[in-house]
């Protein structure tokens, strides 16, 4: 892997006129991550979308580099936020979504299904009383709910299959997809997950690619291929429709379905993703500090398997 996959890398793809946003995406090198910060050119409010907490698999510790990273582009340009949003809660990272809160006053938001997702995860964690989606986020957006980013509406659309309720930002010509579609040249994410169904991503993948052809999508993550030196994020949708190569036109669900279940029954579980659900279910927050002051995560054991491999 070269060396720019290991850069916070910053790019920006202007606004094409009007009801078009401004949109910075920003690399998180180490987890793939691609977070953005979507704005209304003319009110100059902002969206900001998928942000990290920085966590290390190794110690256990966190840094807001990356959220102080989107902070600061937000004060360069002198936006100001109006909404911190998530896509799904993260398996793969801890989602920056109450730090960015205190430090913008912005209401944090994500889709109503989280509730099933914290029904499902309560289980696996055996915390019945941990997770309450109502209380830790201020807003949970329903399938075609709307919203203004300043004089934006941005629309909300149920893309369910990485996990059962993930959603997208349709904001003008730019959807905020995260984990449906990869990059035209890796194709599609995982639906292995708890909660995850191959079927479904395969709907969600079908629905997104009946945007406008020249909709900018914008995805979550991106590790590269064998040949591809730098990550990149952003195709429109009819790139993806002549070279995706897992659902391009004129591919069949059948094969795709294939591929899909082949693919992830060899991926192994993100490093992460024990202690991500457990801060991301909680709006982003770890559990309350115990008698010592110390916060503590809690690992089922023997819960998931390690896959074959390759
Ligand atoms: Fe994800």
Not at 59 to 80: F, G, H, M, N, P
Not at 145 to 166: C, K, N, Q, W, Y
Not at 188 to 214: I, K, N, V
Request: aromatic share 8%.
């Amino acid at each position: 892997m070269s060396d720019s996959f290991k850069q916070p890398i910053v790019r920006f793809s202007p606004s094409r006129g009007a009801e078009s946003p401004d949109v910075w995406g920003v690399y998180e090198p180490d987890t793939g991550s691609v977070q953005y910060i979507c704005a209304d050119p003319g009110s100059k409010r902002a969206g900001l979308i998928d942000v990290v907490w920085n966590f290390d698999p190794q110690s256990y510790s966190t840094s807001s580099a990356s959220a102080d990273q989107i902070l600061d582009i937000v004060r360069e340009k002198d936006l100001s936020v109006e909404w911190v949003l998530d896509t799904h809660p993260h398996a793969d990272h801890l989602m920056a979504s109450d730090y960015l809160k205190q430090r913008t006053d912005a209401p944090t938001a994500i889709g109503e299904k989280v509730r099933e997702i914290a029904g499902l995860w309560s289980r696996i964690y055996h915390l019945p009383h941990a997770f309450d989606p109502d209380r830790d986020f201020d807003r949970l957006f329903s399938e075609g709910e709307t919203f203004s980013i300043g004089d934006m509406e941005a629309r909300v659309l149920l893309s369910p299959g990485h996990t059962l309720g993930s959603i997208t930002f349709v904001v003008g010509d730019a959807a905020f997809v995260h984990d449906t579609l990869m990059y035209p040249d890796v194709g599609t994410s995982r639906a292995d997950f708890p909660g995850g169904d191959a079927e479904q991503l395969w709907e969600t993948t079908q629905t997104l690619l009946q945007l406008p052809a020249q909709t900018r999508l914008f995805i979550g993550h991106d590790y590269g291929t064998s040949e591809r030196q730098e990550p990149q994020w952003e195709a429109t949708v009819s790139e993806h429709r002549s070279h995706n190569v897992h659902v391009k036109d004129g591919t069949r669900r059948e094969d795709w379905l294939e591929l899909r279940r082949g693919r992830d029954a060899t991926l192994p579980l993100p490093d992460r993703m024990l202690a991500a659900l457990q801060v991301n279910l909680r709006g982003g927050r770890l559990p309350e500090p115990e008698a010592d002051g110390r916060h503590y995560l809690k690992l089922p054991v023997n819960h998931f398997s390690t896959p074959q491999s390759d």
